[in-house]
């Protein structure tokens, strides 16, 4: 769908994105994370010609960026930013019907599309359509701006960090409705942050950057599993408060967050699986089950969230003393 090849970008002498080499599948959800200044805003960028590449060649659907018409490229990528650049004197139909009206469809064909997006994050279109942006909420707005991203059905969609301006709740919610968006209408969506548990939570696969240069890239489980150095390594430490790749089954076992009595499981672990793998478990399943040599244990999500309790409870501790 869409694919790097041999991209750099320079400014002046200074090679903001170097050496870089990605294809990004067809209805993928891919992430593009990494520290401030490591590239991943300008890798978003080249894709919809708002940075020009300086060397190498890319691609969408095998068609090279440079021989499209920039107006029928940008028409089929929607793009949400941070800052969400709605006008808050147009309705939020207005808003949302932007791009289609150039594209001249017909007000019932629009009149529909917006009924359709606005139900699919559930608002009601009766209510919403034809009130005020400048009246929303900023988590509302938000939405907004996702569905006028949506709103000419393009094929791709880029996302500048979207959610990092919001409050924890709002932010969660918004990540709830894009994957149920991105699942619903089949997008490939290329998602820029530099907060590891959100690319956790959305994406397919990640691709983690340092210096305009791909350090791995992989899905979460990948990543998590097998760290390709130390810098992802690091990354992870610093973004996953609780991320420990020395830490194993047998570790939080021995702490005793564990039932011997037999439960309803979904998945299975080993006590040399590691931690991490505990976690990703059990943020899909409510318990799993833990294979021993002498009988089987058994781990429930609230026993994760107990250990981790005790061990913020520990640390407090520690600090006081």
């Given at each position: 769908?869409?694919?790097?090849?041999?991209?750099?970008?320079?400014?002046?002498?200074?090679?903001?994105?170097?050496?870089f080499n990605?294809?990004?599948?067809?209805?993928?959800?891919?992430?593009?994370?990494?520290?401030?200044?490591?590239?991943?805003?300008?890798?978003?960028?080249?894709?919809?010609?708002?940075?020009?590449?300086?060397?190498?060649?890319?691609?969408?659907?095998?068609?090279?960026?440079?021989?499209?018409?920039?107006?029928?490229?940008?028409?089929?990528?929607?793009?949400v930013l941070?800052?969400?650049?709605?006008?808050?004197?147009?309705?939020?139909?207005?808003?949302?019907?932007?791009?289609?009206?150039?594209?001249?469809?017909?007000?019932?064909?629009?009149?529909?599309?917006?009924?359709?997006?606005?139900?699919?994050?559930?608002?009601?279109?009766?209510?919403?359509?034809?009130?005020?942006?400048?009246?929303?909420?900023?988590?509302?707005?938000?939405?907004?701006?996702?569905?006028?991203?949506?709103?000419?059905?393009?094929?791709?969609?880029?996302?500048?960090?979207?959610?990092?301006?919001?409050?924890?709740?709002?932010?969660?919610?918004?990540?709830?409705?894009?994957?149920?968006?991105?699942?619903?209408?089949?997008?490939?969506?290329?998602?820029?942050?530099?907060?590891?548990?959100?690319?956790?939570?959305?994406?397919?696969?990640?691709?983690?950057?340092?210096?305009?240069?791909?350090?791995?890239?992989?899905?979460?489980?990948?990543?998590?599993?097998?760290?390709?150095?130390?810098?992802?390594?690091?990354?992870?430490?610093?973004?996953?408060?609780?991320?420990?790749?020395?830490?194993?089954?047998?570790?939080?076992?021995?702490?005793?967050?564990?039932?011997?009595?037999?439960?309803?499981?979904?998945?299975?672990?080993?006590?040399?699986?590691?931690?991490?793998?505990?976690?990703?478990?059990?943020?899909?399943?409510?318990?799993?089950?833990?294979?021993?040599?002498?009988?089987?244990?058994?781990?429930?999500?609230?026993?994760?969230?107990?250990?981790?309790a005790d061990?913020?409870?520990?640390?407090?501790?520690?600090?006081?003393?």
């Amino acid at each position: 769908m869409i694919r790097f090849e041999n991209i750099t970008k320079r400014y002046n002498d200074t090679a903001v994105v170097s050496d870089f080499n990605l294809v990004i599948n067809k209805g993928e959800f891919f992430v593009l994370i990494g520290p401030s200044g490591s590239g991943k805003t300008t890798t978003l960028k080249m894709i919809n010609k708002l940075i020009k590449l300086s060397e190498g060649t890319l691609f969408i659907e095998e068609k090279k960026i440079s021989e499209y018409d920039i107006q029928e490229l940008r028409w089929n990528i929607g793009y949400v930013l941070q800052q969400i650049a709605l006008f808050p004197n147009m309705t939020v139909e207005e808003n949302i019907t932007i791009v289609p009206e150039m594209k001249k469809w017909s007000k019932e064909d629009m009149h529909n599309r917006v009924t359709e997006l606005l139900e699919s994050v559930d608002l009601d279109p009766e209510k919403y359509r034809g009130r005020k942006t400048s009246e929303l909420s900023g988590g509302e707005q938000q939405r907004i701006g996702v569905l006028r991203a949506l709103a000419a059905d393009p094929d791709i969609i880029l996302m500048d960090e979207p959610f990092s301006a919001l409050d924890p709740i709002t932010r969660n919610s918004l990540q709830q409705d894009v994957m149920k968006l991105q699942r619903k209408f089949k997008k490939t969506v290329v998602f820029v942050t530099h907060d590891m548990q959100e690319a956790i939570q959305l994406g397919d696969r990640i691709c983690v950057m340092n210096q305009g240069r791909i350090e791995q890239v992989g899905t979460a489980d990948e990543i998590l599993k097998k760290p390709a150095n130390d810098f992802v390594e690091e990354f992870l430490r610093t973004g996953l408060p609780y991320y420990d790749g020395e830490k194993t089954v047998k570790t939080f076992i021995e702490k005793g967050f564990y039932t011997k009595d037999e439960s309803f499981f979904e998945e299975t672990l080993n006590l040399s699986d590691s931690l991490d793998d505990l976690i990703l478990a059990l943020a899909r399943v409510n318990t799993l089950k833990v294979i021993t040599d002498k009988e089987p244990l058994y781990i429930s999500r609230e026993q994760l969230i107990h250990y981790f309790a005790d061990d913020i409870d520990a640390k407090e501790q520690e600090e006081k003393a």
